[in-house]
């Protein structure tokens, strides 16, 4: 939430998850590998757990940490919620090394190269596609009602759960509150602050949902706590679920509709304008470097790019673009220091609230037009 895209795209945590919606906390790069817990390294906070391990409760295990019970008072107080039931919950909590190591930053001093060739070919390729196309018909009905009523193509909505969680098929199996609550209280960067307070603040959302009985004490999701086919972050369950089956519950992990129909509500209420397209159909002059802020609100006219050289693409007309903010998109190869460059609407920006990476949105927007092709749309 307070991190630079640039590290993001490296490949860091939702999410803002936006999904990780919140935004995406949980990193697409991560989607390939099962995020299975190894035996043993899930640690159940108690009189027995080694001295040197840390954990929501003190070393005898008598009581919660002082952090930690102030943490639930003041959840209990500021949310009016029974303070017996917010403590029990804290004091089911694991500490999880395996989440703590996945969090951790790359070993210092060792460069990592962004590529997005690199990246792009782990979303947009042949299996993911067919499984869009798969998805898409199977649950055609859903996906064109949220479409029409969020103003979000169809091939948007399909391609974020394609790429977040390969439509179900990869949604985390590590326990969320034990997820969160090791990342709230055992960060493992302590010069990270703001990185603390987030993760504590997705803590209190969990527990408040659980409490309401949202959701249940076990779920399950990624090592950053992101939840179900959308890997929304408990602020963003909190705040952009629907309830897509109207069966009176939300339920991410096991309905497609509450999948489908929350994806779109989310970019609708983060400012998604229907019809309005992805990315510009703009030539760009040939170094526009210095047009790149490497921000996440756009910020240019399209006279201030005329103004700069850019013109329109061959063939291509006006539109609603003309009329929004735009921003350049750089999509680097570092190794070999070069860069490609798009226009980004207001609508590509959205999609950074999801997850705050100008690779993210990007793999989002071809996957999606690779799928609409094959489903013979435009």
Partial sequence: MFITRRFL???????????????????????????????????????????????????????????????????????????????????DASYNSTVARLIAPSIPGRKVWRSWNTYRGRFVEPKRIQWGVEFWNE?????????????????IIVSIIGVETLYG??????????????LAFDYPEPVRPERVAMFRNQLADFITLTLQGKLAPDTLGSYAGAIGLPQFMPTSIAHHAADGDDDGHIDL??????????????????????????????????????????????????????????????GASGGSWQSSPLGIVDLAEEARGTAQYRTGTSNFFVITQYNRSYFYATAVAELADAISARMGQR
Avoid at 254 to 279: C, E, I, K, T, Y
């Fill in 139 to 155: 649950n055609r009905s859903v996906i064109e009602q949220a479409a029409q009523q969020y103003g979000v193509p169809a091939s």
């Fill in 253 to 314: 992990s096991h309905s497609v509709p509450d999948a489908v129909m929350s994806v779109g509500r989310f970019l609708q209420n983060h400012g998604w304008q229907r019809s309005l397209p992805v990315f510009a159909p703009v030539i760009l002059p040939a170094d526009p470097s210095a047009l790149v802020d490497g921000g996440l609100t756009p910020k240019l006219s399209w006279a201030q790019l005329q103004q700069a050289g850019a013109r329109l693409a061959p």
């Fill in 9 to 91: 795209q490296i490949c860091f945590v939702s999410a803002l998850t936006a999904g990780c919606a919140s935004p995406a906390v949980s990193p697409p790069e991560e989607a390939e590998a099962p995020q299975r817990q190894a035996p043993g390294q899930a640690i159940r906070i108690g009189p027995d757990r080694p001295q040197e391990t840390p954990s929501t409760r003190v070393i005898d295990g008598a009581a919660l940490r002082p952090e930690v019970q102030q943490f639930g008072q003041a959840l209990a107080a500021e949310r009016n919620l029974p303070l017996p039931a917010v403590m029990a919950l804290l004091n």
């Fill in 169 to 182: 098929r990869n949604m985390g199996n590590f326990r969320v509150i034990d997820a969160l609550s090791t």
